[in-house]
Nanobody
Framework: QVQLVESGGGLVQAGGSLRLSCAASGGTFSSYFMGWFRQTPGKERDFVAAITWSGGGTHLADSVKGRFTISRDNAKNTVYLQISSLKPEDTAVYYC?????????????????WGQGTQVTVSS
């Protein structure tokens, strides 16, 4: 069973950048397909990005393509989300998630393990 802890969130001005990290423990990190989601109050948790076990494949939501990048370092048991050109509408709690296997990386139900989230607030 894997535990996930996100970090790196904060308050940033529009146009700025942040790098979110998600550190995993308690499992073999390279065995997990990883995803990032985000959620605002009163709304569903939305898919942002996903990365395959070795990091050879990545997927991004259309709303963040060209601005966000997902990567992972299996030696450090960490997955990253580099977020750039931030917009106020990117304000949300960002969650990382893990699963051993999925055929639908964009669904929250595809993931078995979740972190507690990190808040990203973008001011205009």
């Amino acid at each position: 069973q894997v535990q996930l802890v996100e970090s790196g969130g904060g308050l940033v001005q529009a146009g700025g950048s942040l790098r979110l990290s998600c550190a995993a423990s308690g499992g073999t990190f390279s065995s997990y397909f990883m995803g990032w989601f985000r959620q605002t109050p009163g709304k569903e948790r939305d898919f942002v990005a996903a990365i395959t076990w070795s990091g050879g494949g990545t997927h991004l939501a259309d709303s963040v393509k060209g601005r966000f990048t997902i990567s992972r370092d299996n030696a450090k048991n960490t997955v990253y989300l580099q977020i750039s050109s931030l917009k106020p509408e990117d304000t949300a709690v960002y969650y990382c998630a893990a699963t051993l296997w999925t055929s639908d990386y964009g669904r929250t139900s595809s993931y078995d393990y979740w972190g507690q989230g990190t808040q990203v607030t973008v001011s205009s």
